[in-house]
Nanobody, 123 residues
Framework: VQLQASGGGLVQAGGSLRLSCEAS????????MGWFRQAPGKEREFVGA????????RYADAVKGRFTISRDKAKNTMYLQMNSLKAEDTAVYYC?????????????????WGQGTQVTVSS
């Protein structure tokens, strides 16, 4: 399973950024997809996830209402639209894939990881 994340960068607080995660075709069609983040000195934490159809999503409380996950089947790509960014959103963001909805949010059980992309929010 190959995942390629991109789109990170430096943004001011209150701004927006969109991350992308491109997956292999089979993975994208059948796996749950998710985003995690890891801030310096902290453990990796769940951000949100989406089902293969895109019909269901769920989010961590810290990002609910500000972040939106979507997926484009034609491009085999998942997105994380981040709005109203805060300094505490600064982290390396990772995309993930897993065949099960119950485990896509569990760091220790995620099937596959993409490389991280750095998001820095300046206050």
């Amino acid at each position: 399973v190959q995942l390629q994340a991109s789109g990170g960068g430096l943004v001011q607080a209150g701004g927006s950024l969109r991350l992308s995660c491109e997956a292999s075709g089979r993975t994208f069609r059948t796996f749950m997809m998710g985003w995690f983040r890891q801030a310096p000195g902290k453990e990796r934490e769940f951000v949100g996830a989406i089902t293969p159809s895109g019909g269901s999503t769920r989010y961590a409380d810290a990002v609910k209402g500000r972040f939106t996950i979507s997926r484009d089947k034609a491009k085999n790509t998942m997105y994380l639209q981040m709005n109203s960014l805060k300094a505490e959103d600064t982290a390396v963001y990772y995309c993930a894939a897993d065949p099960r909805w119950v485990t896509i949010s569990v760091v220790s059980q995620v099937h596959s990881w993409g490389q991280g992309t750095q998001v820095t929010v300046s206050s």
